[in-house]
């Protein structure tokens, strides 16, 4: 049962701390997608990666935040520092776009992240 | 630029209640659009999508119609069920179609 697995599931740092967050996303898929959940913003875009490569962070703060793909089984999504206002849900999903962009995206389970 | 809107929530409906989320997009062209529902601690699924215009998607008893008139795309259901409380997101590719972007979201809360 092929599915996006990210790790970890919950994470509670203190203000100032790196976090890594991890994706492996469904073999075979070519696009990777992250995206932040919060009640105030509801689900953004942050970055996407065709092919391993990022085609689009611009919805990242670029001074914290760094999306990375090093292989195709495995994506990264880092904030260094943290802050407490990245506290938010991050979601990553994987699928096969080609042509007409009429695929489906499968999402993980999503890390709850907790800046204190 | 490429969106989606759609109704704010919360919706609150008794079991066996007709629902309907109201979802509208802008576009140049005519992009494939989709419904995603959310069930509390997990992550996003598909429900059901549509990829051109007049085309009717459905799953679990939910519908809804691409109507290129009305640049719409509302999703509906003839009975909802408790289990069916969850928040609901429509969505669509943008960007050259590379990037899956979504509403805001609807929050459904069906009681007995």
């Known amino acids: 049962d092929a599915r996006v697995t990210q790790t970890p599931r919950h994470k509670v740092t203190e203000m100032g701390q790196e976090v890594t967050m991890r994706c492996q996303p469904i073999l075979g898929h070519n696009t990777v997608f992250w995206y932040r959940q919060t009640m105030m913003q509801g689900l953004e875009l942050l970055a996407y990666f065709r092919n391993r490569a990022p085609l689009d962070d611009s919805g990242m703060p670029k001074d914290r935040f760094s999306a990375e793909m090093p292989d195709a089984t495995l994506a990264t999504l880092k904030i260094q520092p943290s802050e407490p206002r990245d506290s938010a849900v991050y979601f990553c999903?994987?699928?096969?776009?080609?042509?007409?962009?009429?695929?489906?995206?499968?999402f993980g389970q999503g890390t709850r992240l907790t800046v204190v | 630029g490429n969106s989606v809107t759609q109704m704010e929530g919360p919706v609150t409906l008794s079991e066996e209640a007709f629902l309907t989320i109201n979802c509208t997009y802008t576009?140049?062209?005519?992009?494939?659009l989709f419904w995603y529902v959310q069930y509390p601690g997990e992550g996003l699924q598909l429900l059901l999508k549509a990829t051109k215009a007049d085309d009717k998607g459905s799953n679990k008893g939910f519908e809804a119609t691409y109507r290129k008139e009305t640049t719409s795309f509302h999703l509906e259901k003839g009975s909802v069920q408790v289990s069916d409380s969850a928040v609901y997101f429509c969505a669509r590719f943008s960007g050259g179609y590379n990037k899956l972007i979504f509403g805001a979201g609807t929050r459904l809360a069906v009681h007995p």
């Open positions: 999903a994987s699928g096969l776009v080609q042509g007409q962009g009429n695929t489906e995206a499968f």
């Open positions: 576009a140049t062209g005519y992009p494939s």
